[in-house]
């Protein structure tokens, strides 16, 4: 039973930088994709990002592109999202998830395409 924990959330100010972690536990880990979704009280839960584990494909939601880096350690089974020039409409939970099993790549945004989630980091964007 693999669990996903995050670390690295906290309170930045308006246009500076965090680098969110995730690390899987147990010793065999090799899941088709992780990604990273946020999502603020009274909304649902939005992607990302996310990385395909093999190949190391990543994806980006069109507001973070340019911003936010994905990656990933397979030695270290971790995944890292890099956050830079963060805005005040940042602030959300953010998650960590894994996928299994293979996705379609034009489901890689859906959070249903996952079947592991961390406990999730707040990060905070003062304004």
């Known amino acids: 039973q693999v669990q996903l924990v995050e670390s690295g959330g906290g309170l930045v100010e308006d246009g500076g930088s965090l680098r969110l972690s995730c690390k899987a536990s147990?010793?065999?880990?090799?899941?088709?994709?992780m990604a990273w979704f946020r999502q603020v009280p009274g909304k649902e839960r939005d992607f990302v990002a996310s990385?395909?584990?093999?190949?190391?494909?990543?994806y980006y939601r069109d507001s973070v592109k340019g911003r936010f880096t994905i990656s990933r350690d397979n030695a270290k089974k971790s995944v890292f999202l890099q956050m830079t020039s963060l805005k005040p409409e940042d602030t959300a939970d953010y998650y960590c998830a894994a996928a299994s099993g293979g996705v379609f790549t034009e489901s890689l945004g859906a959070p249903a395409s996952y079947d592991v989630w961390g406990q999730g980091t707040q990060v905070t964007v003062d304004s």
């Open positions: 147990g010793r065999t880990f090799d899941p088709y994709a």
């Open positions: 990385v395909l584990w093999r190949g190391g494909d990543t």
